[in-house]
């Protein structure tokens, strides 16, 4: 699932592209185990590399970090690592240091190697040697006629102690695709389709069976969706019900899988009975299912944030923005069923929802950019959002779009038809966002 890679602060996993789970240095256990060194620490010509026992202060590892000023990489994360760095400067350990290189002849990995190089599979897989020479040509070609300020030092940068970047990590990409966009978009409408119906009953509104059968069906239809894009996400898709079958309690993962799961099965009662015409209390079962509802909104803010080599989905108010989606998914989607089964009486709510929603979302949003971010990993993700690659789709898309644009229709001109176009606008607006917020943090280099 990838969990793991987006949660190491040190890039220090990779999908393993013969068995396709994920693999990292096992420390060489089958060589420690029998007494002998790692094979990085022999074949190093220059004995650069030490290993050994640091907890005897006998062995030379002990004795070095004794004696020298030695550093580790991204201490605030909370890992203790152990790779101690003798005279290591901050440049080379931390990739926010340095500017990301243009390609050159030492470093044409910027575009992935292995399971990551997506165009070089798929020449490979045609066995065309012509293709793969052409691919080779191709990177050479862009190496060589590169732009003249990143084939040659910047003497200015140099005499300022400014260190650039000439050998890069391949480059990974991104790890959660659109099918991690897709899914949070229609966990977010499953959700908020049984929301909207349970907020107009709180409030004295007298639900039809109709609408009620129109709710549940939307959330199993979006539930099963979000299934499928989970399972689309793996790279090993066979292995999908380990999640539920062999559960590891303190990923969010399981815990959003069972979430999913209990969602399902109460949505499903709640629905056959209305259907069916079964004597169950309904109240109690309808605010079970809101609380699972609630959860199933905001579970994936806790499994980013289990990611800890992400400091943009650190934000504390992940959960909120998540949960406020929902809500106006669930009254856009309403909007746009209304069309289709004609207005009832506690519709009327939909677009006070809204309104109320996409001020709350702005805020959150305004906050979420704004407030003071403890790590310049997190600072450049807003300035890619609000200043650089993102700022079009974030401007335009998000805020216009999706936020100020509806908002504005929905006070100033409210009409069914307004109402109609701002369900739409919103819909756009909230997949534009999420597309964003979990794009944009995978953008910056761990290594």
């Not at 931390?94 to 292995?114: E, F, I, M």
């Not at 084939?151 to 050998?167: C, F, H, S, T």
């Not at 480059?171 to 695709?177: F, S, Y």
């Not at 979302?361 to 993102?390: C, D, Q, W």
Request: hydrophobic fraction near 50%; include cysteine.
């Amino acid at each position: 699932c990838k969990s793991c890679m987006q949660a190491c602060p040190y890039d220090a996993l990779y999908i393993d592209p013969d068995n396709n789970t994920a693999a990292k240095c096992n420390y060489c256990a089958h060589r420690v185990d029998v007494g002998r060194e790692p094979a990085c620490v022999t074949v190093c010509p220059e004995h650069a590399i030490i290993a050994g026992d640091m907890e005897n202060p006998h062995t030379e590892i002990s004795m070095l970090l004794a004696r020298q000023q030695v550093k580790v990489r991204k201490p605030e994360k909370g890992t203790k690592p152990n790779l101690f760095y003798i005279d290591g400067d901050e440049a080379s350990l931390n990739p926010q240091a340095t500017d990301k290189s243009g390609p050159s002849l030492w470093n044409s990995q910027a575009r992935g190697v292995g399971h990551y190089a997506k165009a070089a599979e798929k020449m490979i897989g045609t066995n065309n040697d012509i293709d793969l020479l052409q691919m080779v040509i191709d990177n050479e070609l862009q190496a060589a006629y590169q732009k003249k300020e990143t084939e040659n030092p910047n003497y200015i940068d140099v005499l300022n102690g400014k260190a650039r970047r000439v050998y890069d990590t391949p480059d990974k990409g991104i790890l959660w695709g659109w099918e991690v966009t897709a899914y949070i978009m229609t966990k977010a409408i499953a959700a908020g389709a049984f929301l909207i119906p349970f907020l107009a009953m709180l409030l004295g509104y007298e639900v039809s069976t109709n609408a009620k059968l129109w709710s549940a069906g939307i959330s199993l239809v979006f539930l099963a969706l979000t299934g499928l894009f989970l399972v689309m996400d793996l790279d090993r898709p066979d292995r999908f019900l380990n999640v539920l079958l062999r559960p590891q309690w303190n990923s969010w993962l399981v815990r959003g899988g069972y979430t999913i799961t209990i969602f399902g099965l109460l949505v499903t009662v709640w629905g056959a009975s209305n259907f069916f015409g079964w004597n169950i209390p309904e109240k109690p079962l309808q605010w079970v299912i809101a609380v699972f509802a609630v959860l199933l909104a905001i579970y994936t803010a806790f499994l980013f944030a289990q990611a800890k080599g992400r400091d943009f989905w650190q934000s504390p108010s992940l959960a909120l923005h998540m949960l406020v989606h929902s809500v106006m998914a669930g009254a856009a989607v309403f909007a746009l069923v209304l069309l289709v089964t004609g207005n009832e009486n506690w519709m009327s709510i939909l677009g006070m929802t809204l309104i109320i929603a996409l001020a709350v979302n702005i805020f959150t949003m305004v906050t979420e950019l704004t407030m003071t971010h403890p790590s310049t990993a997190a600072h450049t993700v807003v300035e890619m959002i609000t200043k650089g690659r993102y700022k079009n789709m974030f401007w335009i898309v998000a805020v216009i779009l999706g936020n100020v644009l509806p908002l504005a229709l929905l006070i100033f001109a409210p009409s069914a038809t307004v109402l109609t176009i701002a369900a739409v606008l919103v819909l756009i607006g909230i997949y534009a966002t999420e597309k964003i917020w979990v794009e944009a943090p995978q953008r910056i280099p761990l290594a």
